[in-house]
């Protein structure tokens, strides 16, 4: 079974450094991807890890240890439109002909205050 | 990246209706597609995986019979939820994986109502 947890909420002010952690226990691992989602609208796409180590891309870092299981989403500077749900999703290994599905946490709903 | 386009973008429809969701794939050409669900506050939940020319490969716990997907070219998958029931509303959204397979699209969403 797959098994992906990311904390419900968390709330910061805005200029300020927010660390979303995730942690997965799954069958197989081909990566792990971060999506942004904002209310009523389909998930976009902000990171890919599939080695360990940061990956940083603007305000925007993640980091991965696939040893631990565990992965977390960095973000710098918060703004006001930065109020979202954060997706943790880990893609599974290729089978045969299926190219390796994406299985997502619930989403951490971040809230930026002014 | 693909630029992926849904519609409708929502619809309601009375109890046992059936309703049929078309996936596009506007400037990519993908034998694969996906389809989620997602309910109110919930994650995304992957019901079936389309395959261009071939049945859909659906998730443990997804009724193929009432699910029916197609997949009939590169650019169109369609998903019709048959005799639909007011537990079937919700948000469904389909994806597109890029060539390398490190990032997936999403289309805009469509959200169902059954009353």
């Known amino acids: 079974g797959q098994n992906i947890d990311q904390p419900t909420e968390m709330t910061a002010t805005e200029g300020a450094i927010v660390q979303i952690n995730c942690t997965y226990q799954?069958?197989?691992?081909?990566?792990l991807f971060w999506y942004q989602q904002h209310a009523g609208e389909a998930p976009t796409f902000l990171s890919y890890?599939?080695?360990?180590g940061l990956e940083e891309k603007g305000r925007f870092s993640s980091f991965l240890s696939r040893s631990k299981g565990y992965s977390y989403l960095l973000l710098k500077e918060l703004q006001m439109k930065d109020s979202a749900s954060y997706l943790c999703?880990?893609?599974?290994?290729?089978?045969?002909?299926?190219?390796?599905?994406?299985?997502f946490g619930r989403g951490t709903q971040l809230t930026v205050w002014p | 990246g693909a630029v992926v386009s849904q519609h409708p973008s929502w619809v309601i429809c009375k109890s046992g209706t059936s309703v049929k969701i078309e996936c596009r794939s506007l400037?990519?050409?993908?034998?694969?597609m996906f389809w989620y669900r997602q309910f109110p506050k919930q994650s995304l939940m992957l019901m079936a995986t389309?395959?261009?020319?071939?049945?859909?490969?659906?998730e443990q716990g997804v009724e193929k019979d009432k699910f029916l997907i197609n997949h009939a070219s590169l650019t169109l998958s369609t998903l019709t939820v048959t005799s639909a029931h007011p537990e079937d509303s919700s948000f469904y959204i389909c994806?597109?994986?890029?060539?390398?397979?490190?990032?997936?699209?999403f289309g805009p969403g469509t959200r169902l109502t059954v009353l």
């Open positions: 994806s597109v994986p890029d060539r390398g397979y490190n990032e997936q699209f």
């Open positions: 999703a880990v893609r599974d290994v290729h089978r045969g002909s299926t190219l390796g599905r994406l299985y």
């Open positions: 890890n599939v080695l360990d």
């Open positions: 389309s395959n261009e020319g071939s049945k859909a490969t659906y």
């Open positions: 400037d990519f050409q993908a034998t694969t």
């Open positions: 799954t069958s197989g691992f081909n990566g």
